[in-house]
């Protein structure tokens, strides 16, 4: 009678933009880059873009290990993304994806840990962007509705300013925040592990939610494009009829006194 499979929880929660893991390295240290140690009764991954990979661990302990990272957080989320997944370990597994969603492994050495951690850690900075992505998404449909309706954008030129400011911020923010095409370095020394990364990779469908980001972030930066075309266009109209009132000012000016010698 065949063993029942270890079953452990994987957990990745994104804290911030980045994480500063100098200087993090422990005696249990598994993994440099990235940093991957025991922790508890399981592990714990820290990727420098601001997500944090707990396998194996108790929710105390995983709280317990982002409240000792909060310190090294930048830009920390006020509602961070969590993705689950349940790791399933026993000897006659061939390393895939079941039907059910679960990752099959035959023994979770370090380099299949920091595999699982990489794919969950990208699939939650994905969501992370996804939403802030949403946002903005939200803040442009009532403008160009708006822009479509009456010709012109609402707010007036602050609140416009403010709204490229906010588009601008987060393409920045979702375009430097992880590499998700990059494969983990472990898959240069181990590249037997390759197709168990596919197989994950598939199952998150990454490089999907990739190319709809991508689409989607052109659409925020051709938005903020014209919108500051707008500003443009509208102050260079507001100058045109300046000078025009001025030269007819002058003109008015210089007229009076002609009026005047020729009605005496």
């Given amino acids: ?93 061939d390393d895939q994806v079941t039907p059910g969603g679960r990752i099959a492994i035959r023994q979770l050495t370090p380099e299949r840990l920091v595999v ?40 007036g030129r602050r609140a416009i300013l403010k709204h490229i400011g906010r588009m601008l911020l987060v393409q920045h923010r979702v375009s430097g925040r992880v590499a998700v095409e990059e494969k983990p370095e472990v898959l240069w020394d181990q590249p037997g592990l390759e197709r168990l990364y596919a197989r994950i990779e598939d199952e998150y469908e990454l490089r999907e939610r990739t190319a709809t980001l991508h689409r989607k972030l052109a659409v925020i930066g051709e938005t903020a494009t014209a919108l500051t075309d707008l500003i443009h266009t509208n102050r260079s109209l507001r100058l045109e009829i300046v000078v025009v009132l001025l030269i007819a000012l002058e003109l008015v000016i210089n007229v009076l006194p002609l009026l005047n010698i020729l009605r005496g």
């Fill in 116 to 155: 699982i951690a990489d794919i969950l850690a990208k699939s939650t900075a994905l969501a992370q962007n996804e939403i802030e992505v949403a946002a903005v998404f939200d803040v442009i449909d009532p403008l160009a509705r708006r822009l479509a309706e009456t010709g012109r954008a609402s707010g």
């Fill in 1 to 93: 009678m065949r063993d029942a499979p270890e079953r452990l929880v994987a957990r990745a929660r994104i804290l911030g933009d980045r994480i500063d893991t100098a200087g993090l390295e422990r005696t249990d240290t598994l993994s440099i880059n990235p940093l991957a140690f025991r922790a508890g009764g399981g592990f714990a991954v820290v990727f420098r873009y601001g997500v944090v990979v707990t396998v194996g661990l108790t929710p105390i302990e995983e709280d317990a290990i982002a409240a000792g990272l909060r310190a090294r957080v930048r830009g920390p989320v006020t509602r961070p993304e969590e993705e689950t997944a349940t790791i399933e370990i026993a000897p006659d597994h």
